[in-house]
């Protein structure tokens, strides 16, 4: 007789191979045309809510792999809060206005100049909205489940609306103004820049040192002293109106055979040496006060002069204590230059090309040409001391990756100052992860200058300002509300469809246009004033209340979104609109090298999805240690695939040994009638529950895929599940040990699937198809809370004195196997010395002691045996035959060698 045919073999239509590829699109559409997202909402209806708000991603482009790691970790955030009872509302936003996809307009042949704005903006208005279908497929694509239907995109009417209607706000609390100040200009994109839209490169630059003759030394100097000003730009030169040195500095003034030179004292004898002079002597010290309003002649134009000021900024670490001040060209260059009453004067323009004010000899020449010539200009004129070049860090447009310049133009700004300690006091009631965080944005904000919000753009929400006839931009809360209206009604378009006349109220008058005439501002808003504004523009305006629970993006948004979402938000609610921030890092490949296009070691998530399944992708994002920078590459992504694959095959085993999924809750036996060895692996369940749910609402993602994954390989494939084969497949379908561990098995099928279910949501859906945890969808449940109610820690005491036996006997095990005595387990007959405590503890929980060793047969003795760790073990050979059904050892007579349970099984 065939006994195989009469044991309960494992059994499942859930299949060993995940098949991610093929199946994950099927639950993707399945989720929203059952409209999952919404019945999410209806499960939770009343309870507590919990926001995380989405950081618009800009819409320009498919997604990569940093998009990637952010949504799946966002999606995770919300599920597992979710299934911890919350009402996760999720609206997905996009950020849509800006340089990027006004230069792929330009790109597709549009030229803004040619065709008018308003219509080049209807353009920009559709190839956005195409943008932000197709990052749309590709979110989906990774299982995040939101509000995808109705989205928030900042360039929706209402967004714009409540964007206007914030300006305004912002306008009559005095925290907008427009002012001449230095600030980030990029000549590559015509346009200034925000700081969140600068990067910092290596790059080589030429530094020079240079001599100011005195021109009226007030008594102090002769005419035939020098000041020595050292600058790693020198097309500034031309702009220069000013010499700051440190009041409190000690000054010398050393004679040398290249003209009598002022330094610092501390760095005579290192300059001289630059300056390869052997003449160094010092004629007389002073300190920097006592330069105060002596002045220079200018080395390129004799006629204007070069004022000696006092200023904090200067510093002895670098340079000669003499610092080159064009207040046109830098923010501490322009604020001493205020004190001292000095114009603004810039001579480059939006080009970045020298004007004609400098001279036929300068002028049209990009800044960076002008370098070369400035330098040569100086030589010539016997003022230049040195020229040397150096490598040093210099700000770049992040988007068009070309150098910038400090440049002094008209600007719109919105005040720091006024609010900075409203901004500080904020971040310090914020909770920051990781907790460096704090101290970061902390930084940031102290020591941020005032924040430029207009651009010289057509494509972005406009500054909605109207201006006299005598050129006064209109503060009026009736023009704001107004404008807002229209915005509201027709969209941001109506600013540059309309005449000025028509943007305001009828019959509107103001004093500074006793003729009725107006006219508009033709700048627009920084983008990050568009996702600056999302909290209000989204987050209010869809019910969702304010501040939001979570706001969660890449570390690069310090100085970005969170930045900018705290000071519109603190400005206009009076408080920070988020309660927590949590950061994630870049990703890398596994070189540690920046993914970038341009390195050519970027990886499409759309590669991985379509290659792996979306789940091994979800499942590497909370894997790693998202606050830091993370790996990605193809070893990763196997090793990633291989636990998934032994998740997926315990949960297949667990499930095949429920009879097919016939085996249902109804069939649980009451926990309290189960073997304390059961009972013991509930309370690790239970332990699981506990830690996972935790780690879920610390975002310790990795934390929870490490404790399960463990659990899962220890606990359950190597311990319980290996012993346990003995009772599934060998007794009777419906015995009550049998039932028991089945038990067991279900919760445990349960527990995992709803702890795995935020991370590997495709696949835990796939077991909810089988296991029907939820008659509709996994995602619709709550984590599985155990009731325990017998002695959790006595059983976990019991279980670790056995642990250690079971230890013992394992490695007598593996002796006897490498004396060759014994082949297989099962082959053996175990004898044991144990003590009273160990005996007695054996007594009580273990029914089948040799069941639960998998050897053929157990007995104890008070003899002396080999001493191992905690007991006394030997190992002999097994009398006996082989049961042709089960494979332990038996001594019995029954028909066909049967074991006396074997036989019981079958003939009773």
């Not at 080009?351 to 330098?375: F, H, I, R, S």
């Not at 529950?689 to 929870?704: I, L, T």
Request: aromatic share 12%; net charge negative.
């Amino acid at each position: 007789m065939d006994y195989k045919e009469t044991l309960h073999m494992p059994k499942t239509a859930f299949e060993m191979r995940g098949n991610l590829t093929k199946k994950e699109p099927g639950f993707q559409k399945r989720w929203q045309d059952e409209k999952l997202y919404e019945k999410m909402l209806e499960r939770r209806k009343g309870a507590e809510s919990f926001v995380l708000h989405d950081g618009p991603p800009y819409a320009n482009g498919d997604i990569h792999l940093g998009h990637a790691l952010n949504k799946v970790l966002k999606d995770v955030i919300v599920k597992s809060h979710f299934m911890e009872g919350y009402n996760t509302p999720y609206i997905p936003g996009w950020d849509t206005h800006g340089l990027p996809i006004e230069t792929a307009v330009t790109k597709l042949g549009y030229d803004r100049k040619k065709m008018g704005i308003a219509e080049f903006r209807k353009i920009c208005y559709d190839y956005a909205l195409k943008q932000v279908a197709n990052q749309k497929a590709g979110f989906l694509s990774l299982g995040s489940i939101g509000d995808y239907d109705h989205p928030y995109i900042t360039l929706q009417k209402g967004f714009e609306k409540h964007q206007i209607e914030i300006f305004g706000k912002m306008a009559m609390k005095g925290l907008i103004y427009k002012g001449l100040k230095p600030v980030y200009w990029s000549p590559s994109s015509e346009s200034a820049l925000a700081e969140a839209e600068v990067e910092y490169k290596d790059v080589k630059s030429p530094t020079i040192y240079v001599k100011f003759a005195v021109k009226d030394g007030k008594g102090v100097l002769d005419t035939d002293c020098n000041f020595v000003i050292w600058t790693t730009t020198p097309w500034t030169i031309p702009a220069n109106l000013g010499i700051s040195v440190n009041p409190d500095f000690d000054y010398s003034l050393v004679d040398t055979e290249k003209g009598k030179l002022i330094m610092l004292s501390s760095m005579v004898e290192e300059l001289c040496d630059k300056f390869e002079v052997e003449k160094r002597d010092v004629l007389k010290t002073f300190k920097g006060k006592e330069f105060e309003y002596i002045t220079c002649t200018h080395p390129l134009y004799p006629e204007r002069e070069s004022l000696l000021m006092c200023g904090d900024h200067v510093t002895a670490d670098a340079g000669t204590g003499c610092v080159h001040t064009a207040p046109g060209f830098g923010v501490d260059d322009f604020n001493i230059g205020m004190k001292y009453g000095l114009p603004v004067y810039c001579n480059v323009d939006a080009q970045g090309c020298m004007m004609d004010d400098v001279g036929e000899w300068l002028a049209g020449q990009y800044v960076e040409d002008a370098n070369k010539t400035v330098t040569q200009k100086l030589d010539e004129l016997g003022v230049l001391l040195k020229l040397q070049f150096i490598t040093h860090s210099y700000p770049h447009d992040w988007r068009t990756k070309k150098p910038i310049i400090f440049r002094a133009t008209t600007q719109w700004f919105a005040s720091i100052d006024q609010i900075r300690d409203e901004l500080l006091e904020q971040i310090h009631s914020v909770s920051w992860v990781p907790a460096w965080g704090e101290q970061r944005m902390h930084n940031m904000i102290a020591d941020r200058n005032d924040w430029c919000i207009s651009r010289q753009r057509a494509w972005g929400v406009p500054i909605p300002i109207i201006y006299g006839e005598d050129d006064t931009p209109i503060m009026d809360q009736a023009i704001f509300d107004h404008v807002a209206k229209l915005v509201g009604e027709y969209g941001s378009n109506v600013w540059f469809e309309r005449d000025v006349k028509d943007l305001l109220p009828e019959g509107y008058t103001n004093e500074h246009s006793p003729n009725g005439i107006f006219r508009k501002e033709t700048d627009t808003m920084d983008v990050w004033f568009d996702s600056g504004s999302s909290h209000t523009g989204a987050m209010m305006d869809r019910g969702l209340g304010y501040p939001a629970d979570l706001y969660f993006e890449g570390s690069d948004q310090y100085r970005g979104w969170f930045n900018s979402s705290l000071i519109v938000g603190t400005a206009v609610h009076g408080k920070a609109p988020y309660k927590q921030v949590l950061s994630h890092g870049f990703v890398m490949d596994e070189k540690g090298v920046k993914m970038s296009k341009s390195q050519w070691n970027a990886v499409a998530p759309s590669e991985i999805t379509k290659k792996y399944g979306a789940d091994i992708l979800r499942l590497w994002a909370c894997s790693v240690d998202y606050q830091a920078d993370v790996s990605m590459g193809q070893k990763i992504l196997k090793q990633v695939s291989e636990n998934y694959r032994k998740v997926r095959n315990t949960l297949r085993f667990l499930m095949a040994n429920l009879d097919d999924q016939k085996f249902t809750a109804k069939d649980c036996v009451n926990f309290n009638e189960l073997s304390e060895l059961d009972q013991y692996i509930l309370t690790e369940l239970k332990d699981a529950v506990d830690f996972c749910r935790k780690a879920y609402n610390e975002y310790r993602f990795s934390d929870v895929v490490t404790y399960l994954t463990n659990l899962m390989t220890n606990e359950l494939s190597a311990y319980y599940l290996d012993y346990t084969k003995d009772i599934l497949y060998i007794e009777k379908e419906d015995a009550p040990v049998r039932r028991q561990v089945q038990t067991v098995l279900y919760n445990a099928v349960e527990v995992m699937t709803k702890l795995w279910a935020p991370i590997l949501a495709h696949t835990c859906e796939e077991v909810n198809d089988y296991m029907h945890f939820d008659a509709e969808s996994i995602h619709l449940t709550t984590f599985k809370d155990l009731e325990l109610d017998f002695d959790v820690e006595k059983i976990k005491t019991d279980m670790e004195e056995l642990f250690k036996v079971r230890k013992d006997v394992f490695k007598a095990l593996e002796n006897a196997r490498a004396q060759g005595l014994i082949g297989k387990s099962l082959e053996a007959h175990v004898v044991l010395h144990v003590s009273d405590a160990q005996k007695e503890i054996m007594d009580r929980v273990l029914s089948n002691a040799a069941q639960w060793f998998i050897v053929s047969k157990v007995t104890f003795t008070t003899d002396e045996l080999e001493q191992f760790e905690v007991c006394q073990v030997q190992v002999a050979k097994a009398t006996g035959h082989v049961c042709p059904r089960c494979w332990n050892y038996t001594e019995s007579d029954n028909e066909d060698g049967l074991c006396d349970r074997c036989n019981h099984v079958l003939h009773d």
